[in-house]
């Protein structure tokens, strides 16, 4: 069974960084594709970036673009969310997410696509 494990969360002010890490376990780490969610308060989960296997390719949504950075580290089987410039707006649980099927090369943008989840990491940041 694989499990995912989310890190890093906290309280920032505006302008901030944080880095979020994502710690796999339960099968071959390198034959996942990743991604980042996150949640606010009464408002759907929303993609924020994703990953392919190899950490050649990734994707991220307009509202993050230029601000974060998604990277992996297939020997420690964990994968990163690096957030500079963070906004109020930012504010959410963010949640890694894990394909095991045949997209490992894929960029996934949506919920379904994924098989596993991590728990979740609260962001949150002050104006």
């Known amino acids: 069974q694989v499990q995912l494990v989310e890190s890093g969360g906290g309280l920032v002010q505006a302008g901030g960084s944080l880095r979020l890490s994502c710690a796999a376990s339960g099968r071959a780490f390198s034959t996942s594709a990743m991604g980042w969610f996150r949640q606010a308060p009464g408002k759907e989960r929303e993609f924020v970036a994703a990953i392919n296997w190899s950490g050649s390719s990734s994707y991220y949504a307009d509202s993050v673009k230029g601000r974060f950075t998604i990277s992996r580290d297939n020997a420690k089987s964990t994968v990163y969310l690096q957030m500079n410039s963070l906004k109020p707006g930012d504010t959410a649980v963010y949640y890694c997410?894990?394909?095991?099927?045949?997209?490992?090369?894929?960029?996934?943008?949506?919920?379904?696509?994924?098989?596993?989840w991590g728990q979740g990491t609260q962001v949150t940041v002050s104006s």
């Open positions: 997410a894990a394909d095991y099927g045949f997209g490992r090369d894929s960029l996934h943008t949506q919920n379904a696509e994924y098989d596993y």
